[in-house]
């Protein structure tokens, strides 16, 4: 089975509007709960190694925060971090199901 973390919830972040901030809050709870599967069948070193430390999640929690009205990220930082997380999250999705699709996140 085909992993999704970027699906058609996730292009509704670039929309920056209320729909944005659920879309985001449903794929840091998505991400957190990957964590959790792998952490438990693989052990921590691979959590990490999937989803970059930590980075995915950061990344999509500086954006909600920007949506949010946070005056600490910048429009341009909202940018900078979604493309990351996109990128990130797709190279995660391809090393859940080549490597853990055991898994089944």
Do not use: P
């Not at 991400?31 to 599967?37: F, K, M, N, R, S």
């Not at 600490?72 to 979604?82: A, G, I, L, N, P």
């Amino acid at each position: 089975m085909k992993t999704l973390i970027v699906d058609h919830s996730w292009t509704k972040i670039i929309e920056r509007d209320a729909f944005a901030k659920v879309a985001l809050a449903d794929k840091i709870k998505q991400i957190e709960e990957t964590e959790d599967a792998i952490r438990a069948a693989e052990g921590e070193e691979a959590a990490c190694n999937v989803l970059n430390n930590g980075l995915i999640k950061h990344a999509l929690t500086r954006c909600l925060e920007n949506l949010q009205g946070s005056t600490s990220v910048t429009e341009q930082d909202f940018w900078v971090c979604y493309e990351f997380a996109t990128t990130a999250a797709k190279q995660a999705e391809r090393v859940i199901d080549e490597e853990l699709s055991h898994i089944g996140s």
